[in-house]
């Protein structure tokens, strides 16, 4: 029966037995990338993803929500958040925050809809009380850890 290890350091391998089984040893990482799983090889690739297994991330969801969202606001369709949260049967701060999505600056929604967003970015980073200028919102990007190096 076949099994898999993870083997996080080290260099490939492979394992002739007596029985005539193969043992192959590849040092790989998995990263999670916006909510993604990613297959990271030694020399720092990663696999391309098939184009059916492209799916839309949890952050292109939200973004996607916020702008349908707010179309239905300003076309009339609903009069308010809390109706859109009451017909969508769930909590108005959400349906806000996802709202807020959409006063991103333009190379940031770029960047969500290319998946391309640094690794440390998450939705709460985003659509919480973004700030109106979009140079600020650029400098929320930056990774606080490599900032300072």
Do not use: C
């Amino acid at each position: 029966m076949s099994q898999i290890r993870i083997a996080q350091i080290g260099t490939p391998d492979v394992i002739s037995s007596s029985d005539g089984r193969l043992t192959l040893t590849i040092p790989i990482q998995i990263k999670r990338r916006s909510g993604r799983k990613l297959v990271t090889l030694p020399n720092g690739e990663t696999a391309q993803p098939r184009p059916w297994d492209v799916a839309a991330t949890p952050l292109q969801l939200a973004l996607a929500r916020g702008y349908r969202w707010l179309t239905m606001l300003e076309s009339g369709e609903v009069k308010s958040l809390k109706e859109i949260a009451a017909h969508e049967a769930i909590d108005n701060s959400y349906v806000s925050r996802m709202v807020n999505l959409t006063t991103l600056a333009p190379d940031i929604v770029a960047a969500i809809l290319d998946d391309a967003l640094p690794n440390h970015v998450t939705l709460f980073d985003l659509a919480v009380d973004p700030p109106a200028l979009w140079d600020e919102q650029r400098m929320r990007l930056i990774d606080p850890a490599t900032a300072n190096q």
